[in-house]
T-cell receptor, first 113, second 110 residues
Framework: EPEVTQTPSHQVTQMGQEVILRCVPISNHLYFYWYRQILGQKVEFLVSFYNNEISEKSEIFDDQFSVERPDGSNFTLKIRSTKLEDSAMYFC???????????FGSGTRLTVV | QQQVKQSPQSLIVQKGGISIINCAYENTAFDYFPWYQQFPGKGPALLIAIRPDVSEKKEGRFTISFNKSAKQFSLHIMDSQPGDSATYFCAASHDYKLSFGAGTTVTVRA
C-alpha cells in the first residue's frame, strides 16, 4: 500500500536553529499538507499546498515557517528559528482529491532544547 | 475557538463490548466528517468517514451516526478487540483542511 514517508523520525535541535522536515508524498497525489501535534494534544492544521503554492495556512504558520516542493517528489517544512514551543510531532499528509483520502506519514518528532 | 469537541477523553471497554465516542461541531460549513485511528508513534490513519447527507455509515465493526440538526456525530466500535486499543480522533473539514477533536484513548481489556 502506498505510504507517505517522513524523515527524520526524530530531530533534536537547539533553540534558534533552523530545521527542515522532509516528506515524500504518495506519487500521484496533488495536495500536500503539514499538521502538528503537541504531546498529548490534538492534531492541528498548519498549511496546505497545491499546484506549487500555499492554498491555505493557519495562524500557527507564521513567518518562521515555510514550505517548499523542491523537486517532483519531496515536500519540506522549514522552521527558520526554532522556539521551545515548536516541540511537537509534525505530520505530513497528501491526498489525490483534496480532502478525501488523506494519507498521513508517521511523523517527525521535533524536540527543541 | 474549539471547532470540534470530542468526548470522552478516555474509555475502557471489555473485549466484545461497544465503544462509543461522541463529537460535536459548530461550523455548519463543514462538509466531510472522518474518523482517524492513531497508534503510538504513528500518524493518524483514516478509519471511516461520512458526509452530512447521510445519517449512518457502517464499515465492518465501525459505525458512524450523524445528526445534522444537532451538529453531532459519533463512532461506535462493536465487538471491541484488544487490537482496537488506540487513540481515536474525529475531524471535520471545510476547504480541504481538517479540524480535529481532542482525541479519545480507547483501551480494550481482554
Amino acid at each position: 500500500e502506498p505510504e507517505v514517508t517522513q524523515t527524520p523520525s526524530h530531530q533534536v535541535t537547539q533553540m534558534g536553529q533552523e530545521v527542515i522536515l522532509r516528506c515524500v508524498p504518495i506519487s500521484n497525489h496533488l495536495y500536500f499538507y503539514w499538521y502538528r501535534q503537541i504531546l498529548g494534544q490534538k492534531v492541528e492544521f498548519l498549511v496546505s499546498f497545491y499546484n506549487n503554492e500555499i492554498s491555505e495556512k493557519s495562524e500557527i504558520f507564521d513567518d518562521q515557517f515555510s514550505v517548499e516542493r523542491p523537486d517532483g517528489s519531496n515536500f519540506t517544512l522549514k522552521i527558520r528559528s526554532t522556539k521551545l514551543e515548536d516541540s511537537a510531532m509534525y505530520f505530513c499528509a497528501s491526498s489525490e482529491k483534496g480532502i478525501y483520502g488523506y494519507t498521513f506519514g508517521s511523523g517527525t518528532r521535533l524536540t527543541v532544547v | 475557538q474549539q471547532q470540534v469537541k470530542q468526548s470522552p477523553q478516555s474509555l475502557i471497554v471489555q473485549k466484545g463490548g461497544i465503544s462509543i465516542i461522541n463529537c460535536a461541531y459548530e461550523n455548519t460549513a463543514f462538509d466531510y466528517f472522518p474518523w482517524y485511528q492513531q497508534f503510538p508513534g504513528k500518524g493518524p490513519a483514516l478509519l471511516i468517514a461520512i458526509r452530512p447527507d447521510v445519517s449512518e455509515k457502517k464499515e465492518g465493526r465501525f459505525t458512524i451516526s450523524f445528526n445534522k440538526s444537532a451538529k453531532q456525530f459519533s463512532l461506535h466500535i462493536m465487538d471491541s478487540q484488544p487490537g482496537d486499543s488506540a487513540t481515536y480522533f474525529c475531524a471535520a473539514s471545510h476547504d480541504y483542511k481538517l479540524s480535529f477533536g481532542a482525541g479519545t484513548t480507547v483501551t480494550v481489556r481482554a
